[in-house]
């Protein structure tokens, strides 16, 4: 969730290692692929138009879907609170690399350890970036 700076470069590194993206979104949109996403089509049809919508290495998807969507890790890299009470029952992801600041809410939290669900917090996963802004 969220391919700007920061979610354009996980998807990079993970699909250059072998990993397999199945879906991303951004204000502009999201857009699915069950056999994966060609991360530099996806990144170069972005910069071409500014937007992830008539990118056709995939399907458009509704990007409230996008963090409830089949897939093993799911990788909040944009919004705080986009895990919630009212969602986080409905997450398949068997773990969750909070690269936003803050994307599980207490409550969500709470519903997500009882399912089982394994959370990196963000205090781990998105130091390194919060050290670089403070220097900047």
């Keep these: 969730m ?5 979610g354009s470069w996980v998807a990079r590194l993970i699909h250059e290692r072998g990993g ?8 502009t949109g999201a857009v699915k692929n069950p ?3 060609d991360i530099p089509a996806l990144l170069g049809h972005k910069e071409k138009t500014g937007s992830l919508s008539s990118f056709d290495g995939g399907d458009i998807m509704d990007a409230d879907e996008l963090l409830v969507h089949e ?3 799911l990788i909040p ?3 705080g609170g986009v895990l919630n009470r009212e969602n986080a029952g409905d997450v398949k992801a068997k773990f969750i690399i909070e690269v936003a600041n803050h994307p599980t809410d ?10 089982g669900v394994i ?3 963000d205090i781990y996963a998105n130091a390194g970036g919060v050290t670089v802004s403070y220097f900047e």
Excluded: Q, R
């Design 20 to 27: 397999k993206i199945v879906a991303v979104s951004e204000v």
């Design 35 to 37: 056999n994966g996403i």
């Design 106 to 115: 207490p409550e969500a939290d709470e519903i997500l350890s009882k399912k």
């Design 77 to 79: 890299c944009a919004l």
């Design 71 to 73: 897939c093993d890790v």
């Design 2 to 6: 969220g391919f700007g700076n920061v």
């Design 119 to 121: 959370i990196l917090p």
